[in-house]
């Protein structure tokens, strides 16, 4: 069965990106969330396999939104993807229990890798 | 003094906009993409919108409010026309005008543009930048630009930095602002031991 998937973007053009290069690679994407508290609540009730994750987003950023996923499930598969790439935040998303940082602009070579990667 | 400002602020609008042109073309899958050299200009703010093309012209604008280390406001502003052609070269898709997919492709074009603009700053320095969510604006010039400076620390004077691009035989032009605030821009000068600017 195909692993899923939960987008957390806070626009719509990156959240349909991420869904071209996900399903097109044998993903299923089961959900998609447009800020942290979206996020936390679908995860919640989809229990994807993995989650992409923005940080900068409004409502609850992406490093607080890893933090509650991981107190609901510590396993919790979390891949950001940001455009924020300073070291600190890349640091304190990784602490949070992110399993990889994906700096935006990314090619989706990149993104499957990572799917691969995370997922096995 | 204010020769050694501009300098120090063209020689960081050069890195940052390198980067953010840089992701730019990233993201329009490596399409070729020239990057005309920028121009920088110190620019009494009520003049700065004329500077951009005039007040009357309809632009698409996103900016940001820094916070972290380094405080400050941030924008790209562009000609419609403009972001119309990047869009099309972005989606493929010839759009007459701009729909909500259209607004949201900009908008993340635009944040990701200024973020790694802040990365490379961030990374030069060691200072963190955290960029918010960024808010997008269509409208003219003028008020486009008050929206940028809403709440910004500007006194009298701001740097424009003009930065033109081509992808495939197509010219798009961009203005790429950097306001920081007055004492963390004398923080980050410090730190090239620039001392007082």
């Known amino acids: 069965m195909a692993k899923t998937v939960l987008i957390t973007d806070d626009t719509a053009f990156m959240r349909m990106t991420l869904r071209n290069v996900i399903e097109k690679n044998g993903y299923q994407v089961v959900g998609e969330a447009s800020d942290g508290e979206e996020a936390v609540a679908l995860y919640q009730e989809l229990q994807p396999d993995m989650v992409t994750m923005d940080i900068t987003m409004p409502k609850m950023d992406g490093i607080t939104a890893i933090k509650e996923i991981m107190k609901i499930d510590p396993k919790a598969r979390i891949i950001v993807c940001s455009a924020m790439g300073q070291k600190p935040m890349v640091l304190e998303a990784l602490s949070a229990g992110a399993k990889d940082f994906l700096v935006k602009p990314f090619d989706a070579e990149r993104v499957v890798e990572s799917l691969r990667k995370i997922g096995s | ?197």
């Open chain 2, 1 to 197: 003094m204010k020769e050694a400002r501009l300098d120090f602020l063209r020689e960081l609008a050069n890195i940052g906009t390198g980067h953010a042109t840089t992701a730019l073309s990233q993201m329009l899958n490596g399409r070729l993409f020239q990057l005309v050299v920028p121009d920088a200009q110190m620019l009494p703010f009520t003049e700065a919108a004329e500077y951009m093309g005039g007040a009357e012209q309809v632009v698409v604008g996103i900016f940001i409010v820094i916070s972290g280390d380094v405080k400050g406001h941030m924008a790209f502003l562009q000609p419609l026309e403009s972001a119309l052609v990047l869009l099309r070269l972005l989606t493929g898709i010839e759009q007459p005008e701009l729909d909500e997919l259209g607004r949201s492709a900009l908008q993340e074009l635009g944040n990701i543009m200024v973020t790694s603009y802040l990365n490379a700053l961030s990374t030069m320095t060691n200072l963190l930048m955290v960029p918010s969510v960024p808010g997008l604006a269509i409208d003219m010039a003028g008020a486009v630009w008050e929206s940028v400076l809403a709440g910004a620390q500007v006194t009298d004077e701001v740097t424009v930095i003009r930065t033109r691009f081509s992808a495939d035989g197509e010219d798009i032009e961009g203005h790429i602002l950097f306001l920081p605030d007055h004492e963390d821009f004398e923080k980050v000068a410090r730190l090239f031991g620039l001392g007082e600017l």
